[in-house]
């Protein structure tokens, strides 16, 4: 096997929520790099000039990344530094990313991965279900599939995670009633780390019913408990 070459890709992870939960590793990482790759140049603006990073930044997202792929690649084997990162959290979770971290390793250059948020966590650990074992689902199919999965999750004994849209989150906690039961438990935490954070934990029925009162706003983490014999 070949030894890879020097770092030249770093995957920072940024705030989900609270611009104060960024560490100081990925500040200098930040302001060490040749460019920064965004997934919204708007978004990471706000990020960058509270923290004072004047790098220059392109966008690098889901519907452009095939297209600017080769570029990239270009640069970083001409030897400049560059970051990725996304909207909120880690890259690569639910976030563009994958192409670009498999095209680095493919051409030999190492891929540097920083430690930092990401919503799975916190909302997992907060519902007091098992943590042991757990499955992490991402964000389910709009339609195609998507009763297939749940139909899976209602089965699953270990607890499972899911990435949910406030428009799909009532939908989702229907079909968890239908399929998992309506005392099955659940966990839904809103808005982590922001002002209206949320976290509403309890049988899937009374959850439904909670949500079902509200207009449902922000990013959402469902934690759905396991199956049990």
Not at 21 to 49: F, G, H, N, P, Y
Not at 79 to 97: F, Q, R, V, Y
Not at 197 to 219: A, M, N
Request: glycine share 6%; with cysteine.
């Amino acid at each position: 096997m070949k030894e890879l070459l020097r770092a030249h890709l770093y995957l920072v992870p940024t705030p989900i929520g609270n611009l104060g939960d960024i560490t100081l590793r990925a500040l200098e990482t930040l302001r060490s790099v040749d460019l920064i790759l965004a997934e919204d140049t708007r978004t990471s603006a706000v990020l960058l000039k509270h923290y004072d990073i004047q790098k220059p930044v392109r966008s690098f997202h889901i519907f452009n990344e095939h297209q600017t792929l080769a570029d990239v690649m270009a640069r970083l084997k001409a030897g400049e530094k560059i970051a990725l990162i996304t909207d909120a959290g880690t890259p690569g979770i639910s976030d563009p990313g994958f192409l670009l971290i498999r095209e680095a390793l493919k051409q030999e250059l190492r891929v540097e991965c920083l430690p930092g948020a990401t919503a799975l966590v916190p909302a997992l650990i907060q519902s007091g279900f098992p943590t042991d074992r757990f499955v992490f689902e991402g964000f389910l199919p709009h339609k195609k599939g998507r009763q297939t999965i749940v139909k899976q999750i209602a089965e699953e004994t270990r607890t499972v995670v899911v990435y949910e849209s406030p428009h799909r989150l009532v939908k989702l906690l229907e079909q968890l009633v239908e399929f998992a039961g309506p005392e099955r438990r659940v966990s839904v935490s809103r808005e982590l780390t922001k002002v209206h954070e949320e976290t509403c934990t309890g049988p899937v029925k009374l959850v439904l019913q909670h949500f079902l009162s509200k207009d449902v706003k922000g990013e959402i983490v469902v934690i759905i408990h396991g199956k049990e014999d």
